[in-house]
């Protein structure tokens, strides 16, 4: 065989695969099936199916799983035919602020929930003392509204979206064939979306069921899944790693089974919006116009709260870990002097994990794009695995393949930034293969019929075409980048933690003046990394899932 | 003779069905030849395959008596104009059409003025400094072509270069093309599937239907002697009629026509309404109107006969004329108009006339 340029390229591709996924996945299944003495067994197994602790972590899982899928369903959809049908004031502005709650820094949003609704939060406490009981947020439904706020930006994203493309000729045929309008919605519009509102609803049930900040700081004793695996990982005395993996299997199957039940579910459903004759915008007066308005405001504005909250209380006052009567710069000073260490970790290892993904995700993305043979669909197929692993599993992958050698790199910073780059790498692929899509095959053919080579040919035409799109996905993988949290909370050791990692920490030991502003920190990177890729592919916040 | 020479390509995209099916052809050095087909037939994989984008599964191609299958397509030397444009949107039009003149390492100066030359004939010299995607496509298709032919290459390909123009520009730019062709003296095959455009620039037709070469010829040759039944209805207007509707009638107009033969056909504009004094082979039909269509330039009247349903056109029809439905008339048509088809629609020879 000739080893030409794009076999080299598969051959890299697949063994990125095989170290940074095959062999850690391959050690997590090990491990689970490993008795004390390594031996096989499934006794682990055994474990998690018998003991009530996991099982009620496993119910609950699904619990949150489906809670959240419903609950961002529910507010998503309201948002989106809100913001795609109806003439909404300040839209704009709308859609910053669920912009804002997509990419708010982990665990403060649980935190800044607990500051208004918890215990002493400041709403609970000015209700009762007007005399209106309300239960602290802690618990399931706590976890379930927070995940709800959280996380209904993806399917409002989506299906907006997928709203504003229905061409209206399709509705106006249907009104004139004396369709009702409630008929109307339900034959029409809504089969027509439903393929967003799944793919939308997906990412919110799987990020549902990885996050882990929020159960543990709001669940009080609601376990699930993924922090029974934290805890069991991390207990200080008897750290379980075959009962942690056990769980990490476990959900893997829970996600990649929800995968491919969105995929079978939407199988024939794709229809390709005509822009011809969009939807025009309708203009509500009266009591509808109010409610539209309460409704979208409100949702936006408390899924940015805990941004805004974050903002503000990193500008109290504060002396150590209390806070004071009055503003003042204390926990900024505080991070300049004790934390700027934790800054650059942050800002080194999400830039050299951008780098990784965006060249090697890029090469990839071509041959997938360009060769398509069995070989380039089963790689596309195996990358969609880095992308439904919870962030907790693949660091618990990473402990177990690689403290020992060929690969001992616990503790470093190379394991952290392998960590994100290999969750962040199928995005990049996808990306840069949609990218390439885009641009018809005969614009390098007639590159090449006026005498430029097919390598000239595509620097000269494609590349110029994608590069901008590359940069722009790039910036968006910076801002996941820098707010990664649970893979590397199981990473760090104290040399390499990052901001996330910090505010955890701050979280836990009650200094939230520095939690907040090393959030709002965070937020402002993020800010400026959005700013520059909608510069410069144009504002789609679709881009950002 | 023979500039470009193409033996027996043959075409299998991935599934069963033949997207060239031994096509043989050969275009002279300074042609322009044509191939013309309804969509689906073949073209583009043709052109394409001329160019160097696809290689065939059977049969080779030959340039200048060179076989081109061993040469790169960069390397071939070889101007297109593709069907969905192709023009880079991120050089402006100047920079598209130079694009290839940079290739080849023109001077600066000559890319200068044969820029020049092509937008102005291409009619977009107001537009140079424009991106394209602020241009219709209409105006992109110009591009593509004024980018193709400023590096005057072996041979043009063109892919319906003209299909998104208006009419008008339509028929100016073709007259363009052909001018410039001559001018410069190159070979240029150009696809189309509209039939007067054919007619209109070419030196030789060749018409094509899934994958196969129907007939090649000159235009006049297409039209006025098709050998198959398919060249003959898609080149211009055809009454087709079945052998058997009205044997006596038939004998008349078909006398010893071999047995093979199974359908007959006759243009519009070779049957008149039966009045005064006509030829000696001419022969009578009488059948009654059944639908009388206005055109401004032409009339057609469409017609009940025994034979079957003949269309007449009739030139210069008088605004006062009208017919009504069932209303006789009398069509005449000249023995040396009428073409014999067998059952496979391969001409047959209407024997000694
Ligand atoms: N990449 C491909 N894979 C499979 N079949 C193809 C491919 N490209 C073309 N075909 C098929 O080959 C046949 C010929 O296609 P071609 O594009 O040459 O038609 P055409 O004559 O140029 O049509 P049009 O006038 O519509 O452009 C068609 O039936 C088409 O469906
Ligand atoms: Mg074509």
Redesign the pocket.
């Known amino acids: 065989m000739r080893l030409n340029f794009w076999t080299v390229v598969s051959i890299l591709a697949w063994l990125i695969l095989i170290v940074l996924l095959v062999i850690p996945l391959g050690s997590v299944l090990l491990s689970s099936m490993q008795d004390a003495a390594g031996n096989f067994s499934l006794a682990n197994y055994e474990r998690f199916f018998t003991t009530p602790r996991f099982r009620t972590a496993f119910v609950n899982t699904l619990i949150v799983g489906f809670g959240g899928l419903v609950g961002s369903l529910v507010l998503g959809s309201i948002m989106a035919f809100c913001m795609a049908r109806l003439e909404i004031k300040g839209g704009r502005f709308v859609s910053l602020l669920a912009i804002l709650a997509l990419v708010s820094p982990p665990f403060i949003g649980a935190y800044s929930w607990i500051v208004l609704f918890g215990s002493n939060g400041l709403v609970r406490q000015t209700l009762m003392s007007w005399g209106f009981f309300m239960p602290p947020i802690f618990g399931m439904w706590g976890v379930l509204i927070v995940f709800s706020f959280k996380f209904y930006p993806y399917v409002y994203l989506l299906a907006s979206g997928a709203l504003g493309n229905i061409n209206r000729s399709l509705e106006e045929a249907a009104e004139s064939l004396g369709m009702t309008p409630f008929k109307r919605v339900m034959k029409i519009s809504f089969p027509l979306v439903l393929p967003a509102l799944s793919a939308g609803g997906l990412l919110a049930l799987i990020h549902s069921i990885a996050d882990f900040g929020t159960p543990r700081l709001i669940g009080r004793g609601f376990s699930v899944l993924a922090t029974e695996a934290y805890t069991l990982y991390s207990a200080e005395i008897g750290s379980n790693l075959g009962m942690a993996t056990t769980i990490s299997i476990m959900l893997i199957l829970l996600s990649m089974l929800f995968v491919f039940g969105q995929r079978y579910m939407s199988r024939k459903n794709v229809y390709h919006g005509n822009l011809i004759n969009k939807p025009v915008k309708k203009k509500l007066t009266g009591v509808w116009n109010v409610v539209a308005h309460v409704a979208v405001y409100f949702i936006a504005l408390a899924g940015a709260m805990p941004a805004i909250i974050a903002a503000i209380y990193s500008i109290r006052r504060t002396n150590g870990p209390v806070f004071q009567p009055g503003l003042g710069l204390d926990s900024y000073r505080r991070i300049l002097y004790n934390l700027a260490d934790v800054v650059q970790n942050s800002l080194v290892f999400s830039a050299a994990t951008v780098f990784l993904t965006v060249t090697i995700g890029t090469i990839i993305g071509c041959l997938v794009a360009r060769r398509t043979n069995v070989n380039t669909s089963s790689l596309d197929a195996t990358l969609m695995v880095p992308y439904v692993m919870p962030g907790i599993v693949v660091g618990i992958a990473f402990v177990a393949a690689f403290n020992s050698p060929p690969f001992a790199i616990t503790g470093t910073a190379l394991i952290i930034i392998l960590s994100i780059f290999i969750r962040r790498l199928p995005y990049s692929v996808r990306s840069s293969a949609s990218a390439l899509r885009q641009v018809s095959p005969s614009m390098e053919e007639a590159a090449i019929s006026l005498g430029y080579s097919p390598l000239q040919a595509f620097m000269k035409v494609t590349v110029p075409l994608i590069v901008p799109g590359i940069i722009a996905g790039g910036m968006l993988s910076f801002v996941t980048a820098i707010n990664e949290l649970s893979s590397s909370l199981v990473l760090y050791v104290g040399s390499t933690a990052t901001m996330p990692v910090r505010i955890y920490i701050a979280i836990n030991d009650g200094d939230y003046g520095t939690a907040a502003a090393l959030s709002t920190v965070l937020l402002l990177i993020s800010g400026a990394a959005i700013y520059c890729a909608f510069r410069l592919m144009g504002r789609d916040e679709r881009a950002l899932l | 003779m023979a500039y470009l020479e193409v033996e027996n390509a043959t075409?299998v995209?991935?599934?069963a069905?033949r997207?060239?099916d031994g096509v043989s052809l050969s275009v002279g050095r300074d042609e322009f030849f044509t191939?013309l087909?309804?969509?689906?037939?073949?073209?583009?994989?043709?052109?394409?395959s001329i160019a160097g984008f696809?290689e065939l599964s059977d049969g080779n191609i030959k340039l200048d008596g060179r076989r081109l299958d061993t040469v790169p397509a960069h390397k071939r030397d070889i101007g297109m104009v593709f069907?969905d444009y192709a023009v880079f949107p991120h050089l402006t039009v100047s920079e598209n059409v130079a694009f290839g003149l940079k290739a080849r390492k023109v001077p600066a100066a000559d890319i200068q003025r044969r820029v020049a030359e092509a937008l102005a004939t291409a009619r977009l010299t107001d537009f140079r400094d424009r991106l394209p995607a602020a241009m219709s496509g209409g105006q992109q298709q110009r591009i593509g072509l004024a980018r193709a032919m400023v590096i005057r290459p072996k041979l043009l390909l063109m892919?319906?270069p003209l299909s998104n123009l208006d009419a008008k520009l339509r028929v100016d730019l073709r007259d363009e093309i052909r001018d410039i062709q001559k001018k410069i003296g190159i070979a240029a095959i150009y696809?189309t599937?509209d039939q007067e455009e054919a007619l209109a620039i070419s030196d030789r037709i060749c018409v094509?239907s899934t994958?196969r070469i129907q007939q090649i010829g000159t235009p006049q040759d297409i039209y006025s002697s098709p050998q198959t039944l398919f060249a003959a209805s898609f080149v211009g207007t055809m009454n087709v009629l079945q052998r058997g509707t009205d044997p006596a009638l038939e004998a008349s107009i078909l006398q010893d026509a071999p047995a093979s033969l199974s359908q007959w056909a006759i243009r519009p504009e070779h049957i008149r309404l039966g009045e005064g004094d006509l030829p000696a082979d001419t022969i009578r039909v009488p059948g009654t109107v059944e639908k009388y269509t206005y055109l401004g330039r032409e009339a057609h009247i469409a017609a009940k006969t025994s034979v079957g349903k003949l269309v007449v056109q009739v030139a210069d029809p008088e605004p006062s004329l009208t017919m009504e439905q069932g209303h006789p008339v009398t069509l005449a048509f000249r023995r040396g108009h009428v073409m014999g088809f067998d059952q496979q629609g391969a001409r047959v020879s209407l024997g000694a006339r």
């Open positions: 075409k995209y991935g599934g069905a997207a060239l191939l087909g309804p969509s689906g037939c073949g073209k583009t994989t043709l052109l394409r696809i069907q892919d319906e696809v599937h094509m994958g």
